[in-house]
């Protein structure tokens, strides 16, 4: 569970990713390797609950004789030894010397159990809105339930506290980590929001949004980078931030975002946009978060580079491509080695292709010699078991 919050840490992964660290590690997996780290963590606490589900009513249900027997039979265990000790504790202490505590009491009247409870009240809410069938239509429930970490690691830290089989060790292996996600945040809140208005929109096929903006003067990023955005015009239901690959060159004036409308967020920033220019109103303010990520850098050092993207998943091509493209024209280009770029497309129909293809065209006539396009219309079935 400690490592869970190192992948959550943009701003540190964005730095290492900078330095050699990212040479070595695949920092760009980090979101995959977040869920992996939750299936695992979700397995042994289902495993890890099961199996003290079992111990407390075997010790509730058996008499005292039956546990001295069995207590014998493990006594080298210091584990074990030390359940001993606190169960007999409370035999004389606080029950006197015949009575047992029923499983009720384990459960319920412990700390142990009472945290364990909530625990498994807590990671069952927040892996249930962690869906992806759940997050695509509730990104908000997603995003709130999540905020239940928090309470998930103050519980774990209190469930060990009664040393029912050992000293409790987790406060202190998620005492880093912690440190890390802390220091991570307050370089997040030392940047601040960039507020942009949007200069040019388009509703396109396939209900993609196309967005234009003046780019902040300090904004710098690379081609293949992605930002957060946030659109306060909208509901407070909806004021949540969204992560978009650049569709820009690092050299152009401008920014520009391809957004599909999949979601409600989106759903509602796409209306908001229909609306202004329909009603002739002034298009809504976004927030921007970022640059995060590596880029995609590494295609200067190949002479034959090969691109794969699949509908609106071509956006951060289109900003490396764009960034090829203005670093050839402006003569710049003799740490380039790249000398023919192979672009493969697969869309799931041709609607999608006419909002985006302005940006192939462009490419098509301004590389002409080095550029060779090829897009294939497959049906969703079919990109479903690719």
């Known amino acids: 569970m400690a490592l869970i919050l190192l992948t959550v840490c943009r701003n540190i992964l964005t730095i290492l990713r900078e330095s050699f660290v990212g040479e070595y590690i695949p920092l760009d997996s980090a979101i995959t390797f977040h869920k992996i780290v939750a299936i695992t963590a979700g397995v042994f606490a289902a495993i890890h609950t099961i199996g003290h589900c079992v111990n407390f009513y075997h010790v509730a249900t058996q008499s005292q004789e039956g546990l001295a027997c069995l207590f014998q039979e493990v006594k080298k265990n210091n584990s074990l030894s030390k359940i001993i000790f606190l169960l007999k504790y409370f035999l004389k202490a606080v029950f006197g010397s015949n009575f ?16 364990g409870i909530l625990l498994v009240a807590l990671m069952s809410i927040i892996y249930v809105f962690s869906a992806p069938a759940v997050m695509k239509r509730a990104y908000h429930a997603f995003r709130l339930t999540h905020l239940l970490n928090i309470l998930l690691y103050a519980f774990t830290i209190l469930h060990g506290l009664p040393k029912l089989l050992d000293s409790p060790k987790f406060w202190y292996i998620v005492l880093g980590p912690t440190i890390i996600f802390i220091i991570d945040r307050i370089i997040g809140m030392r940047k601040q929001y960039k507020q942009l208005r949007i200069v040019e929109a388009a509703v396109l ?3 993609i949004i196309y967005i234009q903006f003046k780019r902040p003067h300090s904004f710098k990023f690379r081609s293949g980078q992605w930002v957060r955005i946030s659109c306060p015009a909208l509901s407070c239901a909806f004021n949540e931030h969204h992560a978009f690959s650049l569709a820009s060159a690092p050299q152009a004036q401008t920014l520009a975002l391809f957004i599909k409308a999949v979601g409600p967020w989106t759903w509602s920033l796409r209306n908001e946009i229909t609306e202004a220019q329909e009603n002739g109103l002034v298009y809504p303010v976004l927030n921007l978060d970022g640059p995060y990520g590596d880029g995609n850098q590494e295609w200067y050092n190949h002479e034959v580079v090969v691109m ?11 900003s490396t491509l764009m960034d090829l493209v203005l670093e050839r024209a402006s003569g710049n280009h003799s740490g380039i080695r790249c000398k023919r770029v192979y672009f493969l497309w697969i869309c799931p129909t041709h609607k999608i292709l006419n909002g985006l293809l302005m940006y192939s065209k462009k ?6 010699k080095i550029f060779l396009k090829h897009i294939f219309l497959l049906p969703n079935s079919f990109i479903n078991l690719i």
């Open 100 to 115: 047992l505590p029923s499983i009720y009491y384990w459960f319920f009247q412990t700390l142990t159990g009472l945290t």
């Open 205 to 207: 096929p396939s209900d």
């Open 308 to 318: 794969v993207g699949g509908g609106i998943g071509v956006t951060p091509y289109a």
């Open 363 to 368: 490419l098509r006539n301004m590389t002409h």
